[in-house]
């Protein structure tokens, strides 16, 4: 579990194909890993790997096909910086919002401009993922804990501050960029648990307005 509140940003030193799989090695930079073991989690762009080799300045991860159909990772190369954050601890200050480091989907970036000191980004989520966007909720992008401060449809707009601009990736990001996204774990599950007995049945429809009346949460 992780928190969406960066720790140094790293940078990905080789793409090594094993198969059909990638194995990924990067450097942690600032990242203290004087705590880390073999096994142990690091969310990378907010992407949960299990570091498999430690090289001294960092670690060795492998990523399945599962996770390159999931996220931007089938397109980065060596040189792509990545916002790194190692596995929350009991003791840890939970400063963002639960992030499980299990990316739903893929966002584009569609716009960037300046506001005051602050950059205001919208960006557009897989029509899937729409539902769980919500105003003033939470999202993860790249692994950071962000608010969404508007929702238009699909698309969904970041304003950030100039801390977080200069401690994680986002403040390079352009139009036309693609991102990986984690929604709300919460209105995950909420979704699943709407369902009741239907669960267990093979999914036909996805949760509607009519069904959500129906469980007592709109009225």
Not at 173 to 180: F, K, L, P, R
Request: with cysteine.
């Amino acid at each position: 579990m992780f928190t969406g509140i960066i720790e140094t940003v790293g940078v990905i030193r080789a793409v090594t194909p094993k198969g059909q799989d990638i194995s990924l090695t990067v450097d942690s930079h600032g990242l203290d890993m004087s705590d880390v073991k073999l096994g142990d989690s690091i969310a990378t762009n907010g992407v949960c790997l299990t570091v498999v080799s430690l090289t001294g300045k960092g670690y060795v991860a492998d990523l399945s096909c599962e996770t390159l159909n999931r996220t931007a990772f089938a397109h980065y190369q060596p040189g792509q910086k990545v916002n790194l954050e190692k596995a929350m601890l009991p003791t840890t200050r939970f400063g963002g919002h639960i992030v499980s480091g299990h990316v739903d989907g893929i966002a584009t970036v569609v716009s960037r401009q300046v506001s005051g000191r602050a950059i205001e980004f919208w960006l557009e989520a897989p029509a899937s993922l729409a539902k769980y966007l919500a105003e003033k909720g939470s999202v993860t992008v790249d692994g950071i804990s962000l608010t969404v401060n508007a929702v238009d449809g699909a698309r969904f707009r970041l304003t950030i501050v100039p801390h977080t601009a200069s401690e994680t990736t986002i403040e390079h990001y352009q139009a036309g960029q693609t991102v990986n996204i984690e929604v709300d774990v919460i209105a995950r599950y909420l979704e699943r648990l709407v369902l009741g007995d239907k669960a267990s049945q093979p999914a036909q429809s996805s949760l509607t307005m009519a069904k959500l009346a129906e469980s007592g949460f709109l009225k």
